[in-house]
């Protein structure tokens, strides 16, 4: 058991489900009713101090979906990564936003690609898919029936979507070709032994 798995074991208790000791960091895995417990006590417990954000993904296995969070205390350089399971069906975490600003754009992305809600984020506006794109696209269930050219918004669609006019542009007119200028007297090459 390293260090830090027996600090959190004191500070969380049973909040951790399962540690899972790794080459590059210790992975920890929490139940999502327990989830904003732990990131505060991560974020706020000067014993553990994890006050920066590296990364948040989520991840589908099909049978549920992951949120992945990776942490790191930059004064230690210790690093963390905690992993919660979700539900397909009732996809939902409290936002970490109020822990790590990082977090912010990290749930938009979230929630737009794999429809996963972060339950008191403040702002889950789209983030990359334009607003009348249905369905998450990075879900495995997503696009059954795609086309083969890879995505499920058909051709049809997107040809019937109305693409305002644009006036043709009148042709340029083209310079007239400019005439070389007369040269001067002595203008011209120099005679050997002159400089030139």
Request: proline share 9%; glycine share 6%; aromatic share 8%.
């Amino acid at each position: 058991m390293t260090d830090l798995q027996t600090l959190l074991s004191e500070k969380l208790g049973d909040k951790v489900q399962e540690f899972q000791p790794g080459k590059d960091m210790l992975r920890v895995f929490v139940e999502r009713d327990n989830l904003d417990a732990v990131m505060q006590t991560l974020r706020h417990d000067p014993d553990l101090g994890f006050n920066y954000l590296t990364l948040l993904s989520t991840v589908d296995y099909k049978e549920h979906l992951e949120v992945v969070y990776h942490l790191r205390n930059t004064h230690t350089k210790e690093q963390l990564c905690v992993r919660v399971k979700v539900p397909p069906d009732d996809a939902r975490v409290p936002s970490v936003t109020k822990y790590w600003a990082t977090a912010n754009w990290h749930e938009r992305e979230g929630h737009e690609l794999m429809g996963i809600k972060f339950e008191g984020h403040p702002d889950l506006r789209r983030l990359l898919l334009p607003h009348w794109w249905e369905g998450y696209p990075l879900r495995k269930s997503y696009g059954k029936d795609v086309e083969e050219w890879g995505h499920p918004i058909t051709q049809d669609l997107i040809l019937a979507r109305e693409k305002p006019e644009r006036p043709e542009r009148p042709a340029a007119a083209k310079p007239a070709a400019a005439k070389p200028a007369p040269k001067a007297e002595g203008d011209g090459e120099a005679s050997p032994g002159e400089a030139p």
